[in-house]
C-alpha cells in the first residue's frame, strides 16, 4: 500500500492540523482482532503475539500509526527477542537485563509507527483468521488505552508529521513499542531507518529525583550491517549563517536567522531543525515566502535522542529542488539569557540559540544590538562597532567554516595579549555572581569578664554577636595571569597540531564549575578566574586547585582543534575529542611543571576509575568509553565525566607511550591534516595511530589495545616477579606478570625495562594473560634494574 501524502494531504490543513488529527485519532474498535500466533519483525526486533487481542488506531486520510496489544485473556501472553550483534552490546544489555539477548514476555504494548506495519499485520490477520474481528472488545480496550496513545503519539508527533509528509514513509517510517514487561518492567524499543543505529531498547529510570533513560542496546539493523540497505540521505545542508540578534534590556533574545539551504536528494518536504527549549520559532521563510514552522514539545523522544534542544519542522509549501540553493530565514526568540546576580549574566543556551541541523561547518556573520551598557563578546572578527542611542550594535564574521556561533554578555573588564600571530583577549566580571560571595559569618566574642566576677554572675546572655562584612572574592584576580596562560596553551598547541580555526580567541567567565569551548570562544568557570585562597570551600582540594588552575582553560583552548577542526562522527567517538582536549592540557602541564605533575593527575584518575559505586563495582566497570552520553545512566550517574575525561586521558596517554612522545604529537598533527572539518570515526582514529607506531611494535594495528580500552571496560593488576641467570655476554632474564581483578580474556602489552650502568636500557613488551604470562630475554652486560611499567604508562594496579 504506497502512499503518496503529497495528494493525500495536499492542501487539507496545516501541519498542526494534522498533527492534531494524528494525537486525536483514538483506537479504531471495528479493527479489533483477537490474535494467536502472529509473529512479525522489523529487522532484528522479533515479536510474537501468542495469544491476546490486537487493535489499531482510526486512520489519518488512510493511515494508522497506532496499535494496542492485550494478553489480557486466559493463558495471554507475548514476547519479545533481540539479539545484539556485539558482544559489546551484549555485555551492555546483560548488565541492565542479567541476560546478553533479550527475550522478554509481556502482558501489553503500545505501539507508535509510520511504517508498514499496520498493512503488514493485518494482511497476516486476514489470511490466517479472517473471522477473529472482535468490536466489542475493541470498545473496552479503546476506553482504558486511548489516553496512553494519544500520549505516546504526543511524544513523538514531529516524527510522525514528518514521515507522514515524506516520501519513501512506509520504508522509511519509524516504529516504537512501549512494552510492559512481566520480568524486567515497562521498558522501550525503537527501530529507525533513519539513524546511525536504527535499534535502541531501553528504560526510563530515576535515580536520586533525576531522570536518564538507560539504553540497555543501540546498534545498526541487520540490512544496514549487511549493506542491503542505507541510511536515507539528510534532507538539507545549511551554510552561510547570517545572524540579526538583539538583546532587548529586559534580556529577551530575539533573532533573525538567515542561511543558504541546499535540499538533499530525497526531495521531500519537511526539513528537520534543533534549538534550544528557551528559545520559540515564530516564522520562517525560504525564498522570501512564508513556510509553516512545527514546534510541539515531544518529550519522550527527546528523552530518547539525549540532549536539551527540541526538534522543530519547517513545511515548505513545494517541493524543493535538488540541485539548487535557497534562501531560509528563521524568526526565533526566547529567554537563553539568565542572571547570576551581582549583574553577572550567562547563556543558558549557549550553542543552540538559533537553529541548526546536526553537525555543519559553515561561515558565520553574526550582528548583535544590545543595551550600550552592557559588554557582549561572541564568535567571530569584529567587522564593526558603534553606539546607536542607549545602544550599541556590533558585527562580527568568521574568516573560517565552523561549527557553532556563540555569545556571552557581562559587565566586563579585559586583558588582551597578541602572540604569535593569535590574540587571546580575556573577560572578566567586575563582580562576582551571588553563588560565589562567602556568607555573612558572625564571630561570636566572649564577653571580657574580670576572672574575679563570680561565676554565678556570668550569663550566658553576655555573648556578642559581631556581624563581619564579608571580603568579596576578586572576580579578575587571575586576569592577567589566565591571558597570559591561554596564549601560551594556544601557542604551544598551534605548533604541534596547527593554526586554530579563527585568529581571535575570547575567554569570558560563566557561573558553575564547568567550561566550554566554542570556535574563537571559551567559557570558563568563574572560579578559574578566582586566587585559589578565595575559592568555594567545595573546590578547595588539591586536585580540584589544579583542575581550575591549570586544566580547565587549557583543556578548552585544546577544544580549539578538537571538536571545533575535527569533529567525532557519533556519539561513539565523542571520547576522541574530550580525551585528546584533556591530553592537550596535560601536556601543556607537563611542558611547563614537569613529569610528576601530569603523573599525580593521572594518579588521581586512577582513583576516580577504581572508586567503588554505591552497588560496590568498580567506576570503570559502568561502561567503555565508546558508550559516549549513554554512560550518563541512572546505575552511576557520574561515570560519564570519569570515563569520558579521566580514562579517555588514559587512553592517549598509553598510546603516547606506545608510539613514543615524538610520533604521539605527530600523529595529533596529521589527524588535523587529514580530518580537517571533517568527522573521525573511532576506527579511523585507530588506523591513523597505528600508522605512527614505531615498526615491529606488538599489537601493530593496535586491534588488541583498542579491544581492550576502547571498546572494552577494566582494569587489571599486575604482579612481577623476575630472575637472572648466566654470564655476560649472555645473560638470560626471565619471570612472569601475573594479571588478576580483570576478566578472563583481558589483555595488555606492557613493557618491562631492562637498565644497564652504562648504555641504552632495553625495553621489553610482554603481552598479559588471566594468570601469570612468562617471559624471557638474552642480554649482553649485568643489568641493573629491571622493572615493570617503571613509567606508568599502563592503566593497571601494581602489586
Ligand atoms: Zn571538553
Not at 213 to 223: H, P, V
Not at 363 to 386: C, M, N, Q, S
Not at 437 to 461: G, H, N
Not at 665 to 681: K, N, S, V
Amino acid at each position: 500500500m504506497a502512499l503518496l501524502p503529497g495528494l493525500l494531504w495536499g492542501g487539507t490543513g496545516t501541519t498542526a492540523e494534522l498533527a492534531r488529527r494524528i494525537l486525536n485519532a483514538g483506537l479504531d474498535p471495528e479493527e479489533c482482532y483477537r490474535v494467536r500466533e502472529l509473529n512479525f519483525a522489523k529487522e532484528d526486533i522479533r515479536i510474537y503475539l501468542t495469544d491476546g487481542y490486537l487493535i489499531f488506531g482510526r486512520p489519518v486520510d488512510g493511515v494508522r500509526m497506532s496499535a494496542v496489544f492485550s494478553a489480557d485473556v486466559e493463558g495471554g501472553d507475548a514476547e519479545l527477542m533481540i539479539f545484539p550483534p556485539q558482544r559489546s552490546e551484549r555485555l551492555a544489555l546483560a548488565s541492565y537485563t542479567s541476560s546478553p539477548n533479550l527475550n522478554e514476555h509481556f502482558e501489553s504494548a503500545i505501539f507508535t509507527f509510520a511504517d508498514e506495519s499496520y498493512a503488514k499485520l493485518v494482511q497476516q490477520i486476514r489470511e490466517h483468521d479472517p473471522l477473529r474481528r472482535s468490536p466489542e472488545m475493541g470498545l473496552v480496550l479503546a476506553q482504558s488505552w486511548n489516553l496512553a496513545v494519544r500520549n505516546f503519539a504526543s511524544s513523538f508527533q514531529i516524527r510522525l508529521v514528518y514521515d507522514f509528509l515524506s516520501p519513501n514513509r512506509p520504508q522509511n517510517g519509524f516504529f516504537y513499542g512501549a512494552l510492559a514487561g512481566r520480568r524486567l518492567g515497562n521498558f522501550d524499543v525503537l527501530y529507525d531507518p533513519r539513524s546511525d543505529e536504527q535499534i535502541t531498547v531501553g528504560q526510563v529510570a530515576s535515580h536520586q529525583d533525576r531522570t536518564f533513560f538507560d539504553i540497555w542496546t543501540r546498534f545498526e539493523a541487520r540490512s544496514f550491517r549487511n549493506h542491503t540497505r542505507e541510511i536515507p540521505p539528510p534532507e538539507a545542508a545549511l551554510s552561510d549563517f547570517r545572524m540579526d540578534a538583539t538583546l532587548e534590556p529586559d534580556l529577551g533574545l530575539k533573532v533573525i536567522t538567515r542561511a543558504r539551504l541546499a535540499p538533499g536528494s530525497e526531495g521531500k518536504r519537511p526539513l528537520e531543525f534543533y534549538i534550544s527549549r528557551q528559545m520559540r520559532v515564530t516564522e520562517a521563510r525560504i525564498n522570501g515566502e512564508p513556510v509553516e514552522v512545527f514546534q510541539p514539545e515531544s518529550l519522550r523522544a527527546n528523552l530518547i535522542r539525549g540532549g536539551s534542544n527540541d526538534a522543530f519542522l519547517v513545511v515548505p509549501s513545494q517541493e524543493l529542488q535538488p540541485a539548487r540553493s535557497y534562501e531560509i530565514e528563521f524568526r526565533q526568540q526566547g529567554a537563553v539569557v539568565s542572571q547570576a546576580g551581582n549583574g553577572v549574566y550567562y547563556v543558558g543556551a549557549r550553542g543552540s540559540w538559533y537553529p541548526s541541523r546536526g553537525m555543519q561547518f559553515a561561515r558565520h556573520d553574526l550582528t548583535f544590538r544590545y543595551p550600550k551598557d552592557l559588554g557582549l563578546v561572541a564568535t567571530g572578527e569584529i567587522v564593526d562597532d558603534r553606539t546607536e542611542g542607549d545602544w550599541r550594535v556590533t558585527r562580527r564574521r568568521t574568516s573560517s567554516r565552523i561549527r557553532v556561533a556563540g555569545f556571552n554578555l557581562g559587565n566586563y573588564q579585559r586583558e588582551s595579549v597578541t602572540r604569535g600571530g593569535y590574540t587571546v583577549e580575556v573577560y572578566a566580571n567586575r563582580q562576582v555572581e551571588r553563588a560565589l560571595e562567602p556568607k555573612v559569618s558572625a564571630v561570636i566574642l566572649l564577653p571580657q569578664l574580670s576572672p574575679l566576677t563570680p561565676l554565678s554572675q556570668r550569663r550566658p546572655v553576655d555573648v556578642i554577636r559581631v556581624p563581619v562584612e564579608p571580603l568579596r572574592p576578586n572576580p579578575a584576580a587571575r586576569l592577567e595571569r589566565l591571558a597570559s596562560e591561554i596564549s601560551a596553551a594556544l601557542e604551544f598547541m598551534s605548533a604541534h597540531f596547527g593554526p586554530p580555526p579563527l585568529k581571535t580567541l575570547t575567554v569570558s567567565p560563566i557561573p558553575g564549575t564547568f567550561g566550554q569551548g566554542f570556535p574563537g570562544l571559551l567559557y570558563l568557570s568563574t572560579i578559574t578566574y578566582l586566587n585559589p585562597e578565595e575559592r568555594p570551600a567545595s573546590v578547595r582540594s588539591e586536585s580540584q586547585q589544579t583542575f581550575f588552575s591549570e586544566i580547565l582553560s587549557a583543556h578548552e583552548t585544546a577544544h580549539q582543534w578538537w571538536g571545533n577542526v575535527v569533529a567525532s562522527a557519533g556519539y561513539q567517538d565523542d571520547w576522541i575529542m574530550e580525551a585528546l582536549a584533556n591530553y592537550s592540557a596535560l601536556l601543556f602541564l607537563e611542558k611547563r611543571k614537569g613529569a610528576r605533575a601530569l603523573e599525580s593527575v593521572l594518579t588521581e584518575y586512577k582513583n576516580h576509575l577504581l572508586a567503588k559505586t554505591e552497588e560496590g563495582r568498580r567506576t570503570d566497570s559502568a561502561g567503555p568509553v565508546i558508550w559516549g552520553a549513554r554512560l550518563e545512566n541512572s546505575r552511576v550517574p557520574g561515570a560519564w565525566r570519569t570515563i569520558i575525561y579521566e580514562k579517555g586521558s588514559w587512553i592517549m596517554h598509553m598510546l603516547r607511550w606506545r608510539t613514543g612522545d615524538e610520533r604521539f604529537l605527530a600523529m595529533l598533527g596529521e589527524m588535523r591534516r587529514r580530518y580537517q572539518y571533517r568527522a573521525i570515526t573511532t576506527e579511523q582514529f585507530r588506523l591513523l595511530a597505528a600508522q605512527f607506531l614505531p615498526t615491529r611494535s606488538p599489537d601493530p594495528q593496535l586491534e588488541a589495545f583498542f579491544d581492550q580500552w576502547v571498546y572494552g571496560t577494566g582494569i587489571p593488576t599486575l604482579k612481577f616477579n623476575h630472575s637472572v641467570r648466566g654470564k655476560a655476554p649472555s645473560l638470560r632474564i626471565s619471570g612472569t606478570v601475573t594479571q588478576s581483578d580483570a576478566d578472563e580474556d583481558f589483555s595488555v602489552y606492557v613493557p618491562i625495562e631492562v637498565q644497564f650502568g652504562k648504555g641504552r636500557s632495553v625495553t621489553h613488551w610482554v603481552r598479559t594473560v588471566a594468570g601469570p604470562a612468562p617471559f624471557s630475554l638474552t642480554v649482553r652486560q649485568a643489568p641493573s634494574k629491571i622493572l615493570l611499567d617503571p613509567a606508568n604508562s599502563v592503566l593497571a594496579v601494581r602489586k
